[in-house]
């Protein structure tokens, strides 16, 4: 893959998920995340879907934290991220015990009435959850839609995120899972 995508995605994913903005990923900046996407969907804490949720993403941070966290702090850095991405998942695997709950949670908090795939309106909810503008989730939006059915699937929403982890294919359409790469 080209150093510089990699890094450019990478880079993207790591902002995400350090939510205060302190150089590194912490327990609470996960759990912020989760719950400021399902308070985005009018979900309030404690309830059944944000607790899915919040479950779901602190679960992530146990397993982000016993890979990357090689300095022992309790938090992962830049370089940490960058490092434990580039070789955590070489594995289809362990990429999909990784992620697949992630997704498979995501999918349910954005499912809002209830026909198990994600619209454009839904899809666009939660890429404002991670900072996406609304042109750049509808575009993406069409993007993901492989089959052009109008609904992302979980199957669709799991290739996209694989795709935007592992792909080496610059045009692969998960590269641009969370909007424009800058």
Request: hydrophobic letters at 40%.
């Amino acid at each position: 893959m080209s150093g510089d995508l990699l890094e450019r995605k990478l880079n993207k994913s790591f902002g995400h998920m350090d939510l205060d903005g302190n150089g590194y990923i912490e327990e609470g900046d996960l759990l912020a995340l989760g719950a400021h996407v399902a308070a985005g969907f009018g979900h309030e804490p404690g309830s059944p879907r944000a607790a899915a949720v919040a479950d779901t993403f602190r679960r992530l941070w146990t397993v982000l934290v016993d890979t990357m966290d090689t300095s022992g702090d309790g938090r992962i850095s830049p370089e940490e991220f960058r490092a434990g991405m580039a070789t955590a998942f070489t594995d289809r695997a362990k990429y999909d015990a990784f992620f697949q709950p992630a997704v498979d949670a995501i999918v349910s908090l954005c499912d809002q009435d209830g026909n198990g795939v994600v619209d454009m309106a839904e899809f666009r909810q939660i890429q404002h959850g991670y900072g996406t503008p609304a042109d750049e989730a509808d575009a993406t939006f069409k993007l993901l839609d492989r089959d052009g059915d109008g609904h992302l699937s979980r199957d669709e929403l799991a290739a996209a995120a694989h795709e935007f982890y592992t792909s080496a294919d610059p045009d692969a359409p998960g590269n641009h899972l969370f909007g424009t790469l800058r």
